[in-house]
C-alpha cells in the first residue's frame, strides 16, 4: 500500500458538533502532518507528528485535537468549529528522515455551518 | 522566515511551446526545494526536488542560490501537463516544516 488514505471524503457539521478526520497510512512512515487549504490557496502546516509524539503545532486553535493513536494512524478532532474553518484538510506522511518525501493523501473536505 | 514567492497566479501557454514557472524564495540558510502538482481532481503529489537533479515528465528545475530561485522549465508543452503547481521549500534545520507559494495554474492550450 503505498498511498495515505483519508476519511471521510467530505464533511458537514454544525458549529456545535463535534467530529473527528481520518487518516491512514500503511508505508511504515514515521511522521505525519495536517494541513488546512482555503479554495485557491496553499496548503498550511497545522501539525506534525514525529514518531507518534507532536513535533509541530502551528499555534492552531484548541477547536482542533490532533491525535496520533499509532505509527499508521492520525486523527483530527474538531470541535466548536466555526464557518471560516471550512476548508479542504490534507493529511502527508513522510519516512521522518530529515530528507524524506511528503506523501499527500485526497483531503476531507469541511463545510461548517 | 521563510517565504516562497510564485509571481504568477496563472500562466497560458499552447501545446509545444516552451514553458517556464517562476519561484522565488527568501530564506538565510541553505533550503531544501520542492515542486508539488496537483492535476485536476487529483491529489497533490511531488513533481520533483533539487537535491534530485533529475527531469521528471520533461521538466526540470535549477536551484540558483544567488538569485534566490527556483524556476521549473519544460521545453515543450503538452496538455496533459495542465495542472495547478507549487513550489515549495524546507529549512534543512526545520526538517519537516513545507513552506509553499501561492501556486501558479497552468493551461496548455491545444
Same mark, same amino acid.
Given at each position: 500500500?503505498?498511498?495515505?488514505?483519508?476519511?471521510?471524503?467530505? %464533511?458537514?457539521?454544525?458549529?456545535?458538533?463535534?467530529?473527528?478526520?481520518?487518516?491512514?497510512?500503511?508505508? #511504515?512512515?514515521?511522521?505525519? /502532518?495536517? /494541513?488546512?487549504?482555503?479554495?485557491?490557496?496553499?496548503?498550511? *502546516?497545522m501539525f506534525v507528528y514525529s514518531y507518534e509524539? %507532536?513535533?509541530?503545532?502551528?499555534?492552531? +486553535?484548541?477547536?482542533?485535537? +490532533?491525535?496520533?493513536?499509532?505509527?499508521?494512524?492520525?486523527? %483530527?478532532?474538531?470541535?466548536? %468549529?466555526? +464557518?471560516?474553518?471550512?476548508? *479542504?484538510?490534507?493529511?502527508?506522511?513522510?519516512?521522518?528522515?530529515?530528507?524524506?518525501?511528503?506523501?499527500? #493523501? +485526497?483531503?476531507?473536505? *469541511?463545510?461548517? *455551518? | 522566515?521563510?517565504?516562497?514567492?510564485? $509571481? =504568477?497566479?496563472?500562466?497560458?501557454?499552447?501545446?509545444?511551446?516552451?514553458?517556464?514557472?517562476?519561484?522565488?524564495?527568501?530564506? &538565510?540558510?541553505?533550503?531544501?526545494?520542492?515542486?508539488?502538482?496537483?492535476?485536476?481532481?487529483?491529489?497533490?503529489?511531488?513533481?520533483?526536488?533539487?537535491? &534530485?537533479?533529475? &527531469?521528471?515528465?520533461?521538466?526540470?528545475?535549477?536551484?540558483?542560490?544567488? =538569485?534566490? &530561485?527556483?524556476?521549473?522549465?519544460?521545453?515543450?508543452?503538452? =496538455? =496533459?501537463?495542465?495542472?495547478?503547481?507549487?513550489?515549495?521549500?524546507?529549512?534543512?534545520?526545520?526538517?519537516?516544516?513545507?513552506?509553499?507559494?501561492?501556486?501558479?495554474?497552468?493551461?496548455?492550450? $491545444?
Amino acid at each position: 500500500d503505498t498511498e495515505v488514505t483519508q476519511t471521510p471524503k467530505h %464533511l458537514v457539521m454544525g458549529m456545535t458538533n463535534k467530529k473527528s478526520l481520518k487518516c491512514e497510512q500503511h508505508m #511504515g512512515h514515521r511522521a505525519m /502532518y495536517w /494541513y488546512k487549504q482555503k479554495a485557491k490557496k496553499p496548503p498550511e *502546516l497545522m501539525f506534525v507528528y514525529s514518531y507518534e509524539k %507532536l513535533s509541530i503545532n502551528e499555534s492552531v +486553535p484548541s477547536r482542533f485535537s +490532533p491525535e496520533c493513536p499509532n505509527s499508521s494512524l492520525l486523527n %483530527l478532532h474538531l470541535h466548536a %468549529l466555526q +464557518p471560516e474553518d471550512s476548508a *479542504l484538510y490534507l493529511c502527508a506522511s513522510s519516512g521522518g528522515g530529515r530528507g524524506d518525501t511528503q506523501y499527500f #493523501g +485526497p483531503g476531507t473536505r *469541511l463545510t461548517v *455551518l | 522566515a521563510q517565504r516562497v514567492t510564485q $509571481p =504568477e497566479k496563472l500562466l497560458s501557454v499552447f501545446k509545444g511551446a516552451p514553458v517556464e514557472l517562476k519561484c522565488n524564495y527568501s530564506y &538565510s540558510g541553505s533550503p531544501e526545494l520542492f515542486w508539488y502538482v496537483q492535476y485536476s481532481r487529483q491529489r497533490l503529489q511531488l513533481l520533483l526536488r533539487h537535491i &534530485s537533479r533529475e &527531469s521528471i515528465k520533461g521538466f526540470t528545475a535549477d536551484l540558483n542560490k544567488g =538569485e534566490t &530561485s527556483f524556476h521549473l522549465k519544460k521545453p515543450f508543452a503538452q =496538455e =496533459e501537463d495542465s495542472a495547478m503547481y507549487y513550489c515549495a521549500l524546507r529549512a534543512i534545520q526545520g526538517a519537516q516544516k513545507l513552506v509553499f507559494g501561492q501556486g501558479t495554474r497552468l493551461t496548455i492550450n $491545444p
